[in-house]
């Protein structure tokens, strides 16, 4: 698969949910969903889109099963936890209902992070 056209297209899809969030904001004058605008950008847009530089620049990256876990742990944990975050911050769903979730999610991103440095250590020249 290809990992860096993956990571670069998801990250651009999270940077025009992120300014929509953004731009909502910002007309509205309610900032009290910043945590997940800034996530969204950050975990989303930024990360993934240097994770996807990062597998075009260093192409030893792509060898073997780390990258591929890394995408889709990022991926999933990250989706999983942003749409959580959404829903806890905007009393869509009770905090009870939304806690138990968040930290399998955030052991995913974790996890991916590790795999992201075993990756690099690994790879990187
Ligand atoms: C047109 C695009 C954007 C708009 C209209 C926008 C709007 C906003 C607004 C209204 C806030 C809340 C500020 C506050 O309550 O203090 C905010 C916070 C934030 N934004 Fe954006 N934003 C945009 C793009 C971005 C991008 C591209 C990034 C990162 C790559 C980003 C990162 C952040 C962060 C990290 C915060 C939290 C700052 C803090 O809590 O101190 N934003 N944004
Ligand atoms: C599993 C991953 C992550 C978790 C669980 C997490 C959790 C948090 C929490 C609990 C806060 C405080 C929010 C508040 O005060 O309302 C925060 C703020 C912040 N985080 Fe993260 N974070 C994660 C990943 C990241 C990453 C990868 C970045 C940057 C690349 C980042 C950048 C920020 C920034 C800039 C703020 C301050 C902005 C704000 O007040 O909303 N975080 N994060």
């Known amino acids: 698969m290809n ?3 993956g990571f670069l297209l998801t990250g651009a899809v999270y940077l025009l949910i992120g300014i929509a969030l953004g731009g909502h ?18 975990l989303g847009f930024t990360l993934m889109t240097i994770f996807g530089l990062a597998y075009r620049l260093i192409p030893g ?18 989706l999983v936890l942003l749409v959580a975050l959404y829903l806890l911050m905007s009393g869509t769903l009770p905090p009870e ?9 955030e052991g ?6 590790i795999f992201w440095l075993a990756n690099l250590w690994r790879a990187a020249r």
Request: hydrophobic letters at 55%; glycine letters at 12%.
């Open 108 to 113: 995913m991103v974790l996890l991916s992070a």
């Open 25 to 42: 904001m910002g007309a509205s004058g309610d900032h009290s969903l910043a945590p997940v605008h800034a996530h969204i950008n950050l």
């Open 3 to 5: 990992i860096s056209r």
């Open 97 to 105: 209902t939304v806690g138990p979730v968040m930290p399998v999610a």
């Open 61 to 78: 990256l792509n060898a073997g099963w780390l990258g591929v876990a890394q995408f889709w742990l990022h991926q999933i944990g990250g």
